[in-house]
């Protein structure tokens, strides 16, 4: 299938790259596929061809297996000093904030971001989470351990990479996503073949020629493009992977966990989310209305944790559902080029008829909506309107099951008993995030404690660093992203005793 000629919008460095041939990359080196195969990329807002990519399937997975084995058993990565990794971390991370308006650009046209978010978030986000984690590297330490009983033996701990790591990301954030799992990864000296998902490759397949540009040795990381059921689904089954990391939906991570039985490898899983947003009576609901509203609609609800159960008191219900619809109605909607888009397209054309056939299903169901709910942006991208439903209730597949797009489920309560209000907001099989709004600060932090969720987020939502453990409790995964809890991700530890 032939390409469309890239955007007038698109700088000369990002023209260049989408002209390129987009390989994997192997052992340090670019190689087609085994099969010769390739895939198309398609340009979210018009639905456009906008670049053809190597199609990597069992095979490849084996060779990058195979490059990544090699380069932790054999080559100089392992052998390296913390400050070592740590500097190559350092200058990768330079070098994206050189390159930030090319990957701002890549983002934009690759997940249909607007391009002023890519540029603000997503790139400077990756930049510091690999300068926070090249930190790390020299500070992964064990301990001393005191004996319960006396002794004549000195024992103590060490932290050891765990090996050969295969990484599946998803596309809502497709370098940053790379990032997360990237970096820790190689803090802990591990080797790495990460697949980046089939619908987002071009940044990750970007970031790995800044890798080669850096100076990290062959088969350290090693990126592949391809489908979950071929490329994913080998890596993730692979014998000679010591451990697999995946973010992405709850039914895919299941199934990882099977597939990872075989040899027992080590799982890691950042999955979905259903998670409350909390306004009580005595918010401030000039801040609350908009934190609402952003709470789903950014990155076009496509969000783990995104707030897509809005519960408000009866006393201010009205004035939020208001209020939120409102800031929906005010987002432009539009290719994320366009400086005046607010709101981009979904990513896929099977996302944009999951979401609107969720929407079907609430009104079916005897939903109503508020504002939104249909098909925006003329004929050609995968766009939705923001959307507010109202009149939802607790055994609907809007309420239960997570949208992954802008789409907001607002219900009203009437308590004071914060025990029944957190059952309300852990009513879910989720445990992600969950945002609480009241300027009655020992409210705030009871809630806090009483919400089963991973985040809590007070008169805030979708606040991160690289510094905050980032994973949920319940089907919202196993582990933790990004702060030094992540580290366990990518570590084992190992107890050493001596007679003395």
Not at 220 to 228: K, P
Not at 245 to 260: M, N, W
């Amino acid at each position: 299938m032939d390409t469309i000629a890239p955007d007038s919008r698109l700088s000369k460095p990002t023209k260049t790259f989408l002209s390129h041939q987009h390989q994997l990359l192997i052992d340090g080196k670019w190689v087609a596929a085994a099969s010769g195969k390739t895939f198309s990329v398609y340009n979210p807002a018009t639905g456009a061809v906008m670049a053809q990519v190597a199609e990597a399937d069992k095979e490849d997975v084996d060779r990058a297996v195979r490059a990544a084995r090699r380069a932790f058993d054999e080559g100089p990565w392992r052998k390296m000093t913390g400050s070592q990794r740590g500097r190559l971390m350092w200058k990768l991370a330079d070098l994206i904030e050189q390159h930030l308006e090319e990957f701002a650009e890549i983002e934009s046209i690759d997940n249909g971001k607007p391009l002023a978010v890519a540029r603000a978030a997503d790139v400077p986000l990756t930049a510091d989470m690999f300068r926070y984690m090249g930190g790390w590297a020299t500070k992964i330490t064990g301990s001393t351990i005191p004996w319960s009983a006396p002794n004549e033996f000195l024992s103590y701990t060490v932290r050891e990479p765990v090996g050969v790591v295969g990484q599946i990301i998803p596309w809502n954030f497709p370098l940053l996503m790379a990032a997360w799992k990237l970096a820790p990864a190689l803090a802990a000296g591990c080797t790495i073949v990460l697949k980046a998902a089939e619908q987002t490759p071009l940044s990750a397949l970007r970031l790995g020629e800044l890798i080669q540009e850096a100076g990290f040795p062959g088969g350290v990381v090693n990126i592949l493009a391809g489908y979950g059921e071929t490329a994913g689904a080998a890596l993730a089954a692979h014998d000679d992977v010591d451990k697999v990391a995946f973010t992405g939906s709850t039914e895919v991570g299941k199934l990882i966990v099977k597939a990872a039985a075989g040899n027992l490898k080590k799982v890691s899983l950042e999955l979905g989310g259903k998670s409350p947003t909390v306004i009580f009576g005595d918010a401030d609901i000039e801040a609350a209305i908009p934190g609402a509203a952003g709470a789903i609609f950014f990155n076009h609800g496509q969000c783990c944790c995104a707030g897509s159960r809005l519960y408000a008191h009866k006393n201010v219900f009205d004035r939020i559902v208001e209020g939120v619809s409102g800031e929906a109605k005010k987002i432009k909607v539009g290719p994320g080029l366009d400086p005046a888009t607010n709101m981009g397209p979904l990513v896929s054309e099977e996302q944009f008829e999951r979401v609107t056939g969720y929407i079907e299903s609430g009104i079916e169901e005897g939903a109503k909506i508020v504002t939104g709910g249909k098909k925006a942006g003329g004929d050609g991208g995968y766009f939705v309107e923001p959307t507010v439903l109202t009149g939802t209730k607790p055994s609907m597949k809007v309420v239960r099951e997570e949208i992954f797009g802008p789409v907001v489920c607002a219900e009203p309560f009437d308590d004071a008993d914060l025990e029944r209000i957190a059952k309300k907001a852990n009513d879910t099989i989720y445990g992600l995030a969950a945002s609480v709004w009241t300027k009655d600060i020992s409210k705030a932090h009871k809630m806090a404690n009483l919400i089963r969720s991973g985040t809590v987020w007070i008169n805030c939502h979708n606040v991160f660093d690289a510094s905050l453990p980032f994973g949920g409790y319940k089907q919202s995964g196993w582990g933790r992203e990004m702060g030094g809890e992540v580290l366990a991700n990518y570590s084992e530890i190992k107890a050493v005793t001596a007679k003395l």
